[in-house]
Nanobody
Framework: EVQLVESGGGLVQAGGPLRLSCEASGLYLADYAIGWFRQAPGKEREEVSCISVFDGSIDYQASVKGRFTIARDNANNRVSLQMDSLKPEDSAVYYC????????????????WGKGTQVNVSS
């Protein structure tokens, strides 16, 4: 059974950091592009960042570029999202998801999803 489990969410003051982790079981993350997504109440789920397999190319949503850093740890089958200089508008449930090989602009194409971890940033 494939499982993705996110951790590291919580409450933080604006300007502070959080580090999210997504641990996989039942598959090898090295075979997959891994995306971090978020969904705030009343809003659609959106991609935050994604890292592909072959060339390791990384995408960031414009609003998080320079503040968030995605990194894969294939040896431990996990991926992290370091979030710095957090803003109240970053508050959301954060999900990790995987798709074979390359990042996709289509959320529906991701094969497996975690259940999410809540991030709240206070002003």
């Amino acid at each position: 059974e494939v499982q993705l489990v996110e951790s590291g969410g919580g409450l933080v003051q604006a300007g502070g950091p959080l580090r999210l982790s997504c641990e996989a079981s039942g598959l090898y993350l090295a075979d997959y592009a891994i995306g971090w997504f978020r969904q705030a109440p009343g809003k659609e789920r959106e991609e935050v960042s994604c890292i592909s397999v072959f060339d390791g190319s990384i995408d960031y949503q414009a609003s998080v570029k320079g503040r968030f850093t995605i990194a894969r740890d294939n040896a431990n089958n996990r991926v992290s999202l370091q979030m710095d200089s957090l803003k109240p508008e970053d508050s959301a449930v954060y999900y990790c998801a995987v798709v074979l090989y390359s990042c996709s602009p289509f959320i529906w194409s991701y094969d497996y999803w975690g259940k999410g971890t809540q991030v709240n940033v206070s002003s």
